[in-house]
């Protein structure tokens, strides 16, 4: 993954587009020498990604505070 153009316009979240090389998923197994795995290169906003993170990090909270309440009303 490369951070193609970054700018900080103290707004808190970095503005700017990552590149990433997308490989298949090991599920499908170890490429061999013989195989030409394909690969795919995808564009993403970098604010979308930390807000996503951001997200991604609050539901993790709000889970494990909604589970600690329920096994304390047991």
Do not use: H
Not at 33 to 45: C, H, I, L, S
Not at 47 to 58: C, D, K, Y
Request: charged residues 25%; proline residues 5%; hydrophobic residues 35%.
């Amino acid at each position: 993954m490369s951070l193609l153009e970054v700018e900080d316009t103290g707004s808190g979240t970095p503005q700017g587009v990552v590149l990433a090389i997308i490989g298949p998923s090991l599920d499908l197994g170890p490429a061999t020498k013989d195989t030409e795995v394909p690969k795919t290169a995808r564009m993403y906003n970098l604010s979308s990604l930390i807000n996503l993170a951001r997200w991604t990090i609050g539901q993790k909270a709000d889970f494990k505070t909604s589970s600690d309440d329920r096994s304390d009303s047991s």
